[in-house]
Nanobody, 120 residues
Framework: QVQLVESGGGLVQPGGSLTLSCKASGNVGFRFTNYLMSWYRQAPGKERELVAEISRDASSAEYITDSVKGRFTASRDNARNTMDLQMRDLKPEDTGVYYC?????????WGQGTQVTVSS
């Protein structure tokens, strides 16, 4: 079992910045590097979408959602079992609940989500 806790959400004006964090923990034998880590988001009235995936060794990140490319930076710290999402030049359409996700083989785990609201 894996526990994921997101933090860092809030209300920000358009053009502003936020950094989200996800802290992972697990039972005895938990190894963070076994997990493919991802950020998802869900806007009001829309389906949850994959925003970015980070490789297990933290060497690369893939941004799935075109609208965030060049504005969002995903990273992970395998020594601290954490993953971050740095967001800049935020737009109202970035509003939503942001979720941390961990996958290994056929299992996946979700955090509770953190709300990001971009509004003036």
């Amino acid at each position: 079992q894996v526990q994921l806790v997101e933090s860092g959400g809030g209300l920000v004006q358009p053009g502003g910045s936020l950094t989200l964090s996800c802290k992972a923990s697990g039972n005895v034998g938990f190894r963070f590097t076994n997990y493919l880590m991802s950020w998802y988001r869900q806007a009001p009235g829309k389906e949850r979408e994959l925003v970015a995936e980070i490789s297990r060794d933290a060497s690369s990140a893939e941004y799935i959602t075109d609208s965030v490319k060049g504005r969002f930076t995903a990273s992970r710290d395998n020594a601290r079992n954490t993953m971050d999402l740095q967001m800049r030049d935020l737009k109202p359409e970035d509003t939503g609940v942001y979720y941390c996700n961990a996958k290994v083989f056929r299992a996946q785990y979700w955090g509770q989500g953190t709300q990001v609201t971009v509004s003036s």
